[in-house]
């Protein structure tokens, strides 16, 4: 995998969790096919249809499934039942090693954090289930902010939380989301290739 790290210097990077660190959107598909076939879902759940909505926080996902497919499902329900399947399975997700070596390097000498639109539960639980915990002081989640990507405001917090200023943050993405939220934010950012694109 090769990273396109744009030219100068960072003060602070930022690091998207599903699909930058870990290579947990395979296990993230399973999780929210079934839980949409349970809650009334036909048939399989499109993948290009999961995929589009890369970086989305999952309660505002639950919302947008139900709604392309012309299903009366109660969000909060599937969200807690695709976090409960998606729980069951996270020990299986595998780390993403060129973007977790880049990561450790910078650590050495730059603030670093997660921005993740998953709930902070089960980020917290990725987090230590794959030894990365100690790795990211700061850990910005979906709880923590009204907007969540495309906003530009789960960044911008982390950003704040870190001491840095957001034009000195470097941003790794793997979704579209992800990276229109870096942009709004006054970041750059570094597309992290998913097997998906």
């Not at 969000?75 to 976090?83: G, L, S, T």
């Not at 982390?158 to 990276?179: I, K, R, S, T």
């Amino acid at each position: 995998m090769h990273l396109d790290i744009p030219p100068g210097a960072f003060a602070g990077y930022i690091f998207d969790l599903d699909g930058t660190l870990m290579d947990t959107m395979p296990l993230h598909y399973r999780a929210w096919d079934q839980a949409m076939q349970q809650a009334g879902l036909p048939h399989q759940l499109d993948e290009d249809l999961f995929y589009s909505l890369g970086g989305v926080p999952t309660l505002k996902v639950a919302e947008l499934i139900g709604a392309h497919y012309g299903l009366k499902v109660d969000p909060h329900q599937v969200f807690d039942h695709k976090e409960a399947l998606f729980a069951e399975i996270v020990g299986d997700a595998q780390l993403i090693g060129p973007v977790v070596d880049f990561a450790r390097r910078v650590a050495e000498h730059h603030p670093v954090s997660i921005a993740s639109g998953g709930p902070r539960v089960i980020v917290r639980r990725s987090l230590e289930i794959t030894g990365l915990a100690s790795l990211f002081p700061v850990v910005v989640s979906a709880d923590d902010v009204v907007h969540g990507k495309p906003s530009p405001d789960m960044f911008l917090l982390a950003a704040q939380l870190m001491g840095v200023p957001p034009a000195e943050c470097l941003v790794f993405e793997d979704a579209v989301p992800g990276m229109q939220a870096a942009v709004a934010a006054g970041m750059k950012y570094v597309r992290v290739p998913s097997r998906r694109r």
